[in-house]
């Protein structure tokens, strides 16, 4: 895999165990003697859109904080309709595990992130590695993701008014290919009766978020079953989750909240973490 700079992301087409190939892009450098976090993380797009390049704000500003990143490529419905997206995104984590040293140094914490649709893939495959028992995770990062495939709450409601297409209502339709697939904890993490196992999880989102409620709501849910949740609204945030899917080079909404809330994190959980090299 080409080295990235520090400030030049490195495309490149990984080989998963699988045989599959998938497109990942790199983000940030690691010098000899570095044990950076890893991530593997997952860009928005209702599950029906986006790519590499929408990734890329989310992903610079992971890599800003410290982190070496791995970004997916992953299958988009409705060609790729629930588990194929779930199905690579695991198999890339486990790419990631295996050349972990390489990528990030020895002892390198593993992480899942995503927003927006991104986030319900990075949630569904933690839950993956924890009920396979591998790889462990020092923690997920949740920016506004997309958890409720009712697409009712309050939040979301306020943000789309009286309009009769929702973006979100549509990606959610043609992800899952039916009422079965709604029922999976993979598909809907925030349904899944069990949770406990999880890592620690950092959820993040605008006031003003379409995704806020259901994302408080996952964390509340997950706090109330013994996990280690931080969570945390940013009252400037504005056009959230729609901001943080844009290839722009400005940065975004609350750039620098954002980053002090991943250093943060990474600083409280890759200490716990216990990884064997």
């Keep these: 895999m080409p080295t990235p700079s520090p400030d030049r992301p490195a495309d ?45 704000t989310v992903a610079h500003l992971l890599a800003a904080a410290g982190a070496r990143v791995v970004s997916v490529a992953y299958p988009l419905a409705p060609e790729h309709p629930f588990p194929q ?27 899942l992130a995503g927003e927006e649709a991104g986030g319900n893939l990075a949630a569904g ?30 939040s979301l409601r306020a943000a789309t008014g009286t309009a009769t297409d929702c973006k979100w209502a ?53 706090e109330s079953a013994g996990l280690e949740v931080a969570r945390h609204v940013f009252d400037k945030a504005r056009q959230w989750p729609d901001a943080l899917l844009q290839p722009d080079p400005r940065p975004c909404p609350c750039a620098d909240e954002v980053q002090a809330q991943f250093q943060r994190f990474f600083a409280t959980t890759r200490c716990r973490s216990e990884l064997k090299p």
């Design 12 to 56: 490149d087409v990984i080989a998963l165990a699988t045989g599959q190939q998938v497109a990942v892009r790199t983000y940030g450098h690691k010098k000899a003697g570095d044990c950076l976090p890893l991530v593997v993380h997952f860009h928005g797009g209702a599950f029906i859109s986006g790519s590499l390049d929408s990734g890329c």
């Design 85 to 111: 997206p779930l199905e690579i995104g695991y198999g890339v984590l486990q790419w990631a595990w295996r050349h972990r040293v390489r990528l990030a140094g020895k002892g390198a914490p593993v992480y």
């Design 125 to 154: 495959v933690c839950m993956m590695a924890r009920d396979q028992r591998h790889p462990p995770l020092a923690g997920q990062i949740l920016l506004s993701p997309m958890l409720d495939p009712c697409v009712g709450t309050p």
């Design 170 to 222: 549509q990606g959610w339709h043609l992800f899952l290919r039916s009422a079965h697939d709604a029922q999976h904890p993979y598909a809907v993490p925030s349904a899944a009766q069990r949770l406990a196992g999880l890592p620690p999880t950092l959820v993040l989102v605008g006031q003003d978020d379409p995704m806020r409620d259901e994302a408080l709501a996952y964390a509340a849910r997950l």
